[in-house]
């Protein structure tokens, strides 16, 4: 039933998505890729969410903590409220901070835990991201162990990993993303929480690929 679920929402996701970029008429804007040539004649290239500006919404589920703060709730079916899953969606940017399209984090504790992104650039293409490895409430942990308390202001300055350190990986494409492999990281960088847990930072994901 979860996976029937997790299955419907990344395709709910995906079809919206797709219905804009194919929309007849539409014409999107060719942005140019903010990218650099690697030792191995890969291509890495960075994607930046800012914080609390670039969140759309989050599930409302008990999975959800600091990270489904100061956005709109994606409302959960009564059963799965208390389930190890969060989903997020986000507005994405390049390396320069332009907005060039949106994103969408799915993240499951059930097992071994996975999260999985998708990241849609109208004029470009679709790119899936998959990694393993982030517990529950990897976040909350990270910072208060540099000293938040829950109900309170907090500043700083914390980087949180959320892949291993091998990293995630690039696991498909669409578009100019089409048959390029590789790895990603995941990394959180929190320079403050207020005192109703809205996080204020940044989300950085940092990828080297090549093709097929």
């Given at each position: 039933m979860k996976i029937v679920f997790l299955l419907a929402l990344v395709l709910?996701?995906?079809g919206t998505l797709a219905?804009?970029?194919?929309?007849p008429?539409?014409?999107?804007?060719?942005?140019?890729?903010?990218?650099?040539?690697?030792?191995?004649g890969g291509r890495a290239e960075q994607f930046l969410i800012r914080l609390p500006l670039d969140r759309i919404a989050a599930t409302d589920g008990e999975a959800g903590g600091l990270r489904a703060k100061g956005a709109d709730a994606m409302l959960l079916p009564a059963q799965f409220v208390g389930e190890p899953l969060l989903v997020e969606h986000f507005k994405v940017r390049d390396s320069t901070g332009t907005v060039i399209g949106v994103a969408a984090r799915h993240w499951?504790?059930?097992g071994e835990s996975t999260s999985t992104w998708s990241v849609l650039i109208p004029s470009r293409g679709a790119l899936v991201m998959s990694g393993q490895g982030e517990e529950r409430g990897a976040l909350e942990a990270a910072l208060r162990s540099r000293g938040y308390n829950a109900g309170k202001d907090w500043s700083g300055d914390?980087?949180?990993a959320m892949t291993r350190d091998t990293g995630g990986v690039v696991a498909a494409g669409?578009?100019?993303?089409?048959?390029?492999?590789?790895?990603?990281?995941e990394t959180w960088t929190v320079a403050g929480v207020d005192e109703d847990g809205k996080v204020s930072g940044t989300i950085e994901l940092s990828t080297v690929t090549s093709r097929l």
């Open positions: 709910g996701f995906g219905g804009a970029h194919y929309a008429g539409l014409k999107h804007t060719r942005l140019p890729s903010q990218t650099a040539v690697v030792a191995n499951s504790g059930t914390a980087k949180v669409t578009g100019e993303f089409q048959g390029l492999i590789g790895t990603y990281t």
